[in-house]
């Protein structure tokens, strides 16, 4: 299966909740509460991994929304959310995908305009308006685990 992935309310706007979803056949949504994102914020700055806070939250998001479907997913479409960034996003989502799919071909991640008609985008925009509630809520657990190595 392909699915396509859009995100509403950017990582880097701490003061704002992030949802990032999927479509496909069906969808699926991991919220960010906006608390959550400043405890990993400081997590990343504690680190000293502060100019990663936003590549690297986003791409653990994907991971933790899509893993238990990741041997059902031939590609990937991620919305151009970062340009310029997306040799680094690849790279960091390859490498948490391949923990669970060893063999994952690189070439099936592609970013590209997904466009406001995309059901991934109604999803991600249903979820973080609050007309939809949220399939997955991360917490900054979920995430600092992947931080702290």
């Known amino acids: 299966m392909n699915i396509e992935i859009d995100q509403s309310g950017k990582i880097e706007n701490t003061n704002k909740d992030t949802v990032i979803a999927y479509a496909n056949y069906e969808t699926r949504s991991?919220?960010?509460p906006a608390r959550e994102k400043r405890i990993i914020q400081r997590i990343y700055r504690d680190a000293g991994k502060s100019h990663m806070f936003v590549y690297?939250?986003?791409?653990?998001?994907?991971?933790?929304?899509?893993?238990?479907?990741?041997p059902?997913?031939?590609?990937?479409?991620?919305d151009d959310e970062y340009p310029g960034q997306h040799f680094?996003?690849?790279?960091?989502?390859?490498q948490h995908i391949r923990t669970a799919v060893a063999d994952f071909d690189k070439q099936s991640i592609n970013f590209?305009?997904?466009?406001?008609?995309s059901p991934a985008h109604f999803k991600a925009y249903f979820t973080f308006t609050k007309k939809q509630l949220p399939d997955m809520t991360a917490r900054y657990q979920d995430i600092a685990r992947f931080i702290i190595k």
């Not at 690297?56 to 990741?70: G, S, V």
């Not at 059902?72 to 991620?78: A, D, L, V």
């Not at 680094?88 to 390859?94: A, G, K, T, V, Y």
């Open 30 to 32: 991991i919220l960010l």
């Open 88 to 94: 680094l996003i690849n790279n960091f989502l390859l």
């Open 72 to 78: 059902y997913i031939q590609g990937i479409i991620i």
């Open 112 to 117: 590209q305009c997904i466009g406001k008609k």
């Open 56 to 70: 690297r939250t986003f791409t653990i998001l994907i991971f933790l929304l899509i893993r238990d479907r990741l």
